[in-house]
């Protein structure tokens, strides 16, 4: 399978896309980077998380495979993103994640329905405002970088699930492959 526009490698990936608009994605990516590695309530292993949760709620194996890796790497534990897919409610989940997943998860796939409930179990999890704010920024983040790899027809080469992951562990989100985008990222 190839992707979508004649003008992507058949290899294509997050990177490819990124050159089509510099103007649009360096300045996207550095947000990005702010995001998943900048001061946070939520560790960076639970923002890895998060995204993983997200891409592979929406089916892009794309980014639920090379963010399942970072995840891993953060210390996440390899089993947890099967067992939230599986059963939610029986995943090996610290308490206080739960109620902050669900609302990420609820986001995902019914985002019109969420309601105060929703943030304030998450509130009374001992979270607070900015850690809230965080996993919601985190979730839309990823929903949005699933529908450009998915609009874009980006194949998952699952060989590469590793070799991206440790990219986002040891780089982050800038820099990866400056010879395709500048000072841009994947």
Excluded at 47 to 66: D, H, M, P, Q
Aim: charged share 20%.
């Amino acid at each position: 399978m190839k992707p979508f526009f004649a003008s992507l490698p058949d290899d294509a990936a997050v990177p490819h896309v990124f050159a089509l608009r510099p103007d649009v994605y360096g300045p996207f990516n550095a947000g990005n980077q702010a995001l998943m590695r900048g001061d946070s309530p939520l560790t960076v292993a639970e923002r890895e998380l998060i995204g993983a949760y997200t891409s592979a709620l929406n089916a892009c194996r794309y980014c639920a495979g090379g963010h399942r890796v970072a995840a891993e790497l953060f210390g996440v534990d390899p089993s947890l993103l099967d067992e939230l897919l599986n059963d939610f409610t029986s995943a090996a989940l610290e308490p206080k994640l739960v109620p902050l997943l669900a609302f990420v998860r609820k986001l995902t796939e019914t985002p019109s329905r969420m309601v105060q409930a929703d943030a304030d179990a998450v509130f009374a999890a001992g979270w607070d405002e900015r850690a809230l704010h965080d996993a919601i920024a985190v979730c839309c983040y990823f929903c949005f970088m699933n529908r450009l790899v998915l609009g874009h027809g980006i194949v998952p080469i699952a060989e590469n699930f590793a070799t991206r992951g440790r990219r986002h562990y040891e780089v982050g989100y800038l820099k990866q492959h400056p010879e395709l985008y500048g000072e841009g990222g994947e």
